[in-house]
T-cell receptor, first 115, second 116 residues
Framework: AQSVTQLDSHVSVSEGTPVLLRCNYS??????LFWYVQHPNKGLQLLLK??????LVKGINGFEAEFKKSETSFHLTKPSAHMSDAAEYFC?????????????FGTGTRLTIIP | DAGVIQSPRHEVTEMGQEVTLRCKLI?????LFWYRQTMMRGLELLIY????????DSGMPEDRFSAKMPNASFSTLKIQPSEPRDSAVYFC??????????????FGPGTRLTVT
């Protein structure tokens, strides 16, 4: 079985300050991990993915995430927040069961940027 | 290259009417996923196909919902008869997958369904 827990339902940061969105996963096998972003009234957009290559993964718009197996974490970070980063962010796990392409989505973290 | 295309973008219908949502996959992808998103339940997987074959439909709410993939690039999700509790945003996603591991999924813009 696989699961993912997003530790904060809502995060607020000031523009220009760092962003940290926390995610822990559970998986019986070596997982694939993803972060998606959803802006209001839009579809989900892939930010980045981890598939057992480098543990530090760089994504679009300056975001990156680090896979830490010992901590079963995959936290999302950005050095400096921009107003356009305000959105809902989903941590996603997949690949735990061979032959099953289903992804398991976290409940989401709403990121608010304070001007 | 065009992304996932969904139509219509908005649909308002009366209870009891039939609703058909449409999705066109990204060229070259062979897995297709239908999701439903609501405030109460978040994002739910309804069904997914690989190479036009339904692989997992355990998320389909009930017999009122049906999904088809008549060819490799197109899918429909039908609700008949529709009910107010079906009101949600329905997303389609495609993936290059099919070899039994999770590939990233690319989402369409969604169809916002309102059943009155």
């Amino acid at each position: 079985a696989q699961s993912v827990t997003q530790l904060d339902s809502h995060v607020s940061v000031s523009e220009g300050t760092p962003v940290l969105l926390r995610c822990n996963y559970s998986s019986s096998y070596s997982p694939s991990l993803f972060w998606y972003v959803q802006h209001p009234n839009k579809g989900l957009q892939l930010l980045l993915k981890y598939t057992s290559a480098a543990t530090l993964v760089k994504g679009i718009n300056g975001f990156e995430a680090e896979f830490k197996k010992s901590e079963t974490s995959f936290h999302l970070t950005k050095p400096s927040a921009h107003m356009s980063d305000a959105a809902e962010y989903f941590c996603v796990v997949g690949g735990a069961v061979f032959g099953n392409e289903k992804l398991t989505f976290g409940t989401g973290t709403r990121l608010t940027i304070i001007p | 290259d065009a992304g996932v295309i969904q139509s219509p973008r908005h649909e308002v219908t009366e209870m009891g009417q039939e609703v058909t949502l449409r999705c066109k996959l990204i060229s070259g992808h062979n897995s297709l996923f239908w999701y439903r998103q609501t405030m109460m339940r978040g994002l739910e997987l309804l069904i997914y196909f690989n190479n036009n074959v339904p692989i997992d439909d355990s998320g389909m709410p009930e017999d009122r919902f049906s999904a088809k993939m008549p060819n490799a690039s197109f899918s429909t999700l039908k609700i008949q008869p529709s009910e107010p509790r079906d009101s949600a945003v329905y997303f389609c996603a495609s993936s290059p997958g099919g070899r039994g591991i999770s590939y990233e999924q690319y989402f369409g813009p969604g169809t916002r369904l309102t059943v009155t």
